[in-house]
T-cell receptor
Framework: AQSVTQPDIHITVSEGASLELRCNYS??????LFWYVQSPGQGLQLLLK??????LVQGIKGFEAEFKRSQSSFNLRKPSVHWSDAAEYFC?????????????FGTGTQLKVEL | EPEVTQTPSHQVTQMGQEVILRCVPI?????FYWYRQILGQKVEFLVS????????KSEIFDDQFSVERPDGSNFTLKIRSTKLEDSAMYFC???????????FGQGTRLTVV
C-alpha cells in the first residue's frame, strides 16, 4: 500500500531563513507528487506538483520541490521564509493509473516562523 | 478564479442524526472526492466519484456513508446515523482529468455531540 512519511511534525525557522520540509513516499511505481498548504481554518491549497519531466518543480509563493527517485523523496524548499508562510504543509502522492486517483497524505509538518 | 465551495462551514449534530454535507465542485471538473481530517490527524481519503458512480472508496466509507451528484453541479456526502467518531473536517475536492491536480474546498467542520 502506498504511504507518505513526513518525519518532522513541527519546524521553527526565523523569518528570512531557508526552509526544507522532508517527504518520503512508498509506492510501487513513480506516483504523482504534490505539496499542499493549510493555513489555520482554511482548506488545502496546492503549492506545486510533479507529474513527469524536470525533477525540480517550481510552485507558488516561491516554493520549489525536488523529486529524487533513488531516495523516494520529494522535499519542499524555500530560500527565504516569510512570516505568512506559517501554516501546515502536507505532502501527498497519487497513482498514475487505476482506481479513482485518490491522494494519500502524509501527517503534515507544522511550520512556525519566528520574527 | 474558480473554486470548490462547501456548505456549511460548521455543523453541529446530535449522535444518531443524519447530516448532509454539500459541495459545488469546479464546473468543468469530472472527478470528485471526499476526504476527512480528524483533529490532529492526517487527511484521509473517503470516496471518489466519476461518471456518476463511485470509482473507489476507503474502509472508512461504510454503509453509513453515501454520495450523490443530484443535479450535475452539487456533490453531497450523507452520513445516515452520525457517531461521535465522525467528528472531523470534511473536504470536498474535484479535478478536471486524470493527470491533473485536485482542488480542495475550505472544508466543513462536523461536530457530533
Amino acid at each position: 500500500a502506498q504511504s507518505v512519511t513526513q518525519p518532522d511534525i513541527h519546524i521553527t525557522v526565523s523569518e528570512g531563513a531557508s526552509l526544507e520540509l522532508r517527504c518520503n513516499y512508498s509506492y510501487g511505481a513513480t506516483p504523482y507528487l504534490f505539496w499542499y498548504v493549510q493555513s489555520p481554518g482554511q482548506g488545502l491549497q496546492l503549492l506545486l506538483k510533479y507529474f513527469s519531466g524536470d525533477t525540480l518543480v517550481q510552485g507558488i509563493k516561491g516554493f520549489e520541490a525536488e523529486f529524487k527517485r533513488s531516495q523516494s523523496s520529494f522535499n519542499l524548499r524555500k530560500p527565504s521564509v516569510h512570516w505568512s508562510d506559517a501554516a501546515e504543509y502536507f505532502c501527498a502522492v497519487g497513482p498514475i493509473t487505476g482506481g479513482g486517483n485518490k491522494l494519500t497524505f502524509g501527517t503534515g509538518t507544522q511550520l512556525k516562523v519566528e520574527l | 478564479e474558480p473554486e470548490v465551495t462547501q456548505t456549511p462551514s460548521h455543523q453541529v449534530t446530535q449522535m444518531g442524526q443524519e447530516v448532509i454535507l454539500r459541495c459545488v465542485p469546479i464546473s468543468n471538473h469530472l472527478y470528485f472526492y471526499w476526504y476527512r481530517q480528524i483533529l490532529g490527524q492526517k487527511v484521509e481519503f473517503l470516496v471518489s466519484f466519476y461518471n456518476n458512480e463511485i470509482s473507489e472508496k476507503s474502509e472508512i466509507f461504510d454503509d453509513q456513508f453515501s454520495v450523490e451528484r443530484p443535479d450535475g453541479s452539487n456533490f453531497t456526502l450523507k452520513i445516515r446515523s452520525t457517531k461521535l467518531e465522525d467528528s472531523a473536517m470534511y473536504f470536498c475536492a474535484s479535478k478536471q482529468g486524470r493527470e491533473t491536480e485536485a482542488f480542495f474546498g475550505q472544508g466543513t467542520r462536523l461536530t457530533v455531540v
